[in-house]
């Protein structure tokens, strides 16, 4: 279970990060 947990972690951190470069990118184009 603890195993999971961890990947679960993961996930959520490389979506969060995908998410600030696609701020970053809006911030750019304007």
């Known amino acids: 279970m603890g ?3 961890t ?3 993961v ?3 490389m979506s969060f ?3 600030r470069e696609q ?3 809006f911030f ?3």
Request: hydrophobic share 30%; glycine share 0%; charged share 30%.
């Open 23 to 25: 701020e970053q990118m």
């Open 11 to 13: 996930i959520r951190y």
């Open 17 to 19: 990060s995908r998410v």
């Open 7 to 9: 990947n679960f972690k």
């Open 28 to 30: 750019n184009l304007r």
């Open 3 to 5: 195993h999971s947990t």
